[in-house]
């Protein structure tokens, strides 16, 4: 019981002081990696603090990383690394280059003495359930990105309320935590606005949509647009080497399905940009000069890490709209 130390009338909250307490006992090496912490309750009976105080003090400590529970045997030390202040749970759906962007930006963002576990959960949600689960108590934040996976809400509200971020798509069910977030639907219609001065000298708008991963929103939205702006339009799940005619613009999600399309009409000697059209979404470096410059309509994700950084540093709640808009480019 040495290595606790709880005085009253200091102005400092009781399970703050269990947390430093443990923190300087680490610092001086008197609890070790291994080493077993007093019981719950010879901490409430030796300072007469109640166990909700006592484990607010050792929950803190375990989202940390610091100590670790054995059901029916205690707290035990896990690791000694005392500097660290926030132990980040970050769940992605899949690795790509915007998220790449994403996770650059905050880790720069982030600062010093935070520690950043990332996971992906491809779009599985037996593995996203499984994840979150697993996950539960380990973390003082959940960063997750839940994509447009049904029956996810039940699994993330197992999570303490206040202690989780939603990233990149959100959905009523999730409306009581912050967020910051892409409205896909507003995203495209809007973008496409921006371009329709170039896009009314083409005859057909083509959506290549699989709809296993793409947002529900960008499809509802290219609709609600063709539909107002009276442009004939079709949505396709894939382009498999198909013919491709002169007047189609192609608004393509999938970067595969963007080679694809580029390959065939070089194969039909269709000049990009005069022949037909592309709209490519999400922004890279080599959108920039390929086909001397594909036009995309593009959140952008540095921001987003940068948004994601603040909200976490300063706990703010709200729910952020992330701006997108759409890059006139040769391709258009």
Known sequence: MNIISIQSNIGLPKYRQIILSVEKAIEEEKLVKGDRLP??????????????TVLLGYDELKKRGIIYAIPGKGYYVKSVEINIKQKIFLLFD?????????????????????????FFHHFNVQVFQKLITDSNGNYTKYIIMPTNLTDVA???????????????????????????????????????????A??????????????????????TGFIAFC???????????????????????YIIPNDRDLVRVIENAQS????????????SYNETPLKKIVANGIATISTDFEMMGEILADMVLHGRKQQIENKSSLLIRNSL
Do not use: W
Request: some cysteine; hydrophobic content about 40%; overall charge negative.
């Open 39 to 52: 019981s719950v309750n010879k901490v409430c009976l030796a300072f007469s603090l109640s166990r909700d």
């Open 94 to 118: 899949e690795l790509n280059s915007f998220k790449e962007d994403i996770y650059n930006s905050f880790i720069q963002n982030i600062g010093k003495n935070v520690q950043v576990d990332i």
């Open 154 to 196: 039940e699994a993330i509200k197992n999570l303490p309320v206040g202690e989780v971020i939603i990233l990149d798509q959100t959905n009523p069910d999730l409306k009581l935590y912050p967020a910051v977030y892409q409205n896909h639907e507003k995203d495209i219609f809007e973008g496409l606005v921006k371009g329709k």
């Open 198 to 219: 170039r896009m009314d000298k083409y005859k057909k708008l083509i959506l290549i949509f699989p709809g296993f991963r793409e947002p529900l929103g960008m499809k």
């Open 227 to 249: 539909t107002k702006y009276d442009f004939k339009f079709d949505i396709i799940t894939e382009f498999t080497n198909g013919e491709i005619n002169a007047g189609d613009l």
């Open 268 to 279: 039909q000697s269709l000049k990009l940009g005069t022949d037909f059209g592309i709209i």
